[in-house]
């Protein structure tokens, strides 16, 4: 809304608020913020998985570690913005590495989280608008190691078995989003998921006690608003 001002040896101009608002300079002295609505983000992308060392097996103490290869992750997030530079996310994802212990032998992750992310958009003049990330999360993992074939180091027996445990779990998150059209943003970046120390007893009946566990991975994906 304009009205009429007058000044000191001219005649009346409109009052222009939002000039006044942005300073001598034209620049805005306070930015109100018009949060956007819930999104969701899709990615995947290889997962790399640390050795895991082995605490014992059968109550014995062993050397032995578990390998893997590289596998994939997949994950789906929704979450919204509690200010312009900060969002609250909730994530869940499966992760899948073959064993290196045996032909047929694999673990997967089941991480689910909740955390927050830092963004920090950069407007560009002639171009999309870029928006580097940080994130931090917590939650737990349903791990399912399955058909492990190896001879433990300092024992002569052959282990062979499946199991599954729960966990907790942590993981930090760093990349970059490009918005490419309106409510779209392409995504890349870095994850790394880890376990709180050693991974206690089982949920199956078998009596294997692991190290922790870490796991790299590169997301790359979609958010979009809605």
């Known amino acids: 809304m304009t009205r009429p001002i007058a000044f000191p040896d001219s005649t009346e101009q409109p009052y222009d608020w939002q000039k006044d608002r942005q300073g001598k300079e034209g620049i805005a002295l306070m930015e109100e913020y018009d949060p956007d609505e819930v999104y969701g983000r899709i990615q995947v992308g290889p997962s790399f998985v640390t050795s895991q060392t082995i605490n014992?097996?059968?109550?014995?103490?062993?050397?032995?570690?578990?390998s893997f290869d590289t596998g994939v992750r997949g994950g789906f997030e929704i979450g919204g913005h509690l200010s312009r530079y900060l969002a609250l996310e909730g994530n869940i994802s499966a992760i899948w590495n073959n064993s290196q212990q045996s032909s047929d032998g694999w673990l997967?992750?089941?991480?689910?989280?909740?955390g927050l992310n830092g963004e920090f958009p950069i407007p560009l003049e002639d171009g999309p608008r870029l928006i580097p990330y940080v994130g931090v999360d917590a939650g737990g993992s349903f791990m399912l190691y399955h058909n492990l074939e190896f001879v433990?180091?300092?024992?002569?027996?052959?282990?062979?078995?499946?199991?599954?445990?729960?966990?907790?779990v942590w993981q930090v998150r760093v990349?970059?989003?490009?918005?490419?059209?309106?409510?779209?943003?392409?995504?890349?970046?870095?994850?790394?998921?880890?376990?709180?120390?050693?991974?206690?007893?089982?949920?199956?009946s078998s009596n294997i006690?692991?190290?922790?566990?870490?796991?790299?991975?590169?997301?790359?994906?979609?958010?979009?608003?809605?």
């Open 56 to 66: 014992s097996i059968n109550g014995l103490p062993t050397g032995s570690e578990l």
């Open 108 to 114: 997967l992750q089941l991480p689910a989280m909740i």
């Open 152 to 168: 433990p180091q300092g024992q002569s027996t052959e282990y062979s078995d499946s199991f599954g445990f729960f966990t907790p």
């Open 175 to 204: 990349g970059l989003m490009i918005e490419f059209r309106d409510n779209w943003a392409f995504t890349a970046g870095y994850s790394y998921l880890g376990s709180w120390g050693a991974i206690g007893e089982p949920v199956s």
């Open 209 to 226: 006690q692991l190290g922790s566990i870490g796991t790299s991975s590169i997301d790359i994906g979609l958010r979009k608003f809605f």
